[in-house]
């Protein structure tokens, strides 16, 4: 699996924020953080300059280097990072590099010095696999950069999780579910499912295009831990002409690794029968579940397309 389908860690939606940066004098730092790439707009101005989308400092006219501090919205192991100059082509930083630490730690480099392009996308991997609560993103020698993704693999406190009275929600990114496969994101990705609160739009959730051939949709959750399912919400809100008429929960135990090999050879067990669903509507299951057993992964089939905002998978990690 490439880096950048796995989470944002940094995402300002799961709570990242840049804490500190050594200058933002055309544009501030929290930027760095929104979604999207990043807009352009040709005749918008402010009283220092350009305006931009982005965090952007001043002309450097001694020695050294720009840096932001970025608080990681979900501990984890960073797998790559995005470091996008979209839209800075004069004006972009000729090289980077990141810094990472855990709580109070040291700062340690896991991405050494690199060089950056103008108006791209620049995607680096990372190789430490130490879990970190912070990155500092160091520009040399100064400019802009319209974003900063930092992938990875949330590193939940399952000890603490186990001890909260009730049940956990295997699936939810903030406590390490992925959505690791699906059969088509045509209008939207496949990890908004997953993500905290419901969703803002149709955009906020996984859509797939209309089917016009035989067959269904499905994507396949990766637990966060492996365990036994009490109650399942599907949350079409929002998809009101386009919601799908009915879903079916199926769930598999791989105990020795993740591949499309063990996937489809996998026994799926079928969790909630192929179930009638409604436009806009927060669906609960509790009764309707026909299994106990202990999953690893989940697949969610809709029949035949359509769109679903959030799947909570609430059980007991085992």
Not at 87 to 109: K, Q
Not at 187 to 197: E, F, K, V
Request: overall charge positive.
């Amino acid at each position: 699996m490439r880096f950048i389908e796995l989470i944002d860690l940094a995402s300002e939606r799961l709570g990242g924020k840049a804490l500190e940066a050594n200058d933002e004098f055309f544009a501030p730092k929290e930027n760095l953080l929104k979604s999207g790439r990043g807009v352009f707009i040709e005749d918008k101005y402010t009283s220092r300059g350009k305006w931009m989308d982005g965090w952007e400092t001043r002309r450097r006219r001694a020695p050294g280097f720009d840096w932001c501090v970025v608080k990681l919205g979900l501990r984890g192991i960073i797998r790559g990072v995005d470091i996008d100059t979209n839209h800075f082509t004069g004006n972009f930083p000729s090289h980077a590099s990141l810094e990472a630490r855990d709580g109070a730690g040291p700062w340690v480099e896991v991405l050494a010095k690199v060089e950056l392009k103008g108006s791209t996308q620049n995607l680096f991997n990372v190789s430490d696999t130490r879990p970190w609560t912070h990155v500092r993103l160091n520009i040399f020698p100064d400019g802009g950069v319209a974003r900063l993704r930092v992938h990875g693999d949330a590193v939940p406190d399952w000890e603490r999780l186990r001890l909260k009275k009730g049940s956990v929600d295997l699936a939810s990114v903030e406590n390490g579910g992925l959505a690791i496969l699906a059969s088509d994101m045509f209008y939207s990705h496949r990890n908004n499912l997953l993500m905290p609160g419901r969703s803002k739009n149709m955009g906020d959730g996984w859509e797939t295009k209309r089917r016009r051939g035989p067959g269904h949709d499905w994507v396949i959750i990766r637990l966060g831990h492996a365990g036994s399912i009490f109650k399942a919400e599907l949350d079409t809100n929002h998809f009101k002409g386009n919601y799908p008429d009915s879903c079916l929960l199926e769930g598999c135990a791989v105990e020795h690794g993740e591949t499309l090999e063990s996937l489809a050879s996998a026994t799926w067990t079928t969790l909630l029968p192929q179930t009638k669903l409604k436009a806009h509507t927060r669906h609960y299951f509790d009764k309707e579940l026909v299994s106990k057993e202990v999953f690893t992964h989940i697949r969610l089939n809709i029949y035949p397309d359509g769109g679903v905002s959030r799947l909570r998978l609430h059980g007991q990690a085992r």
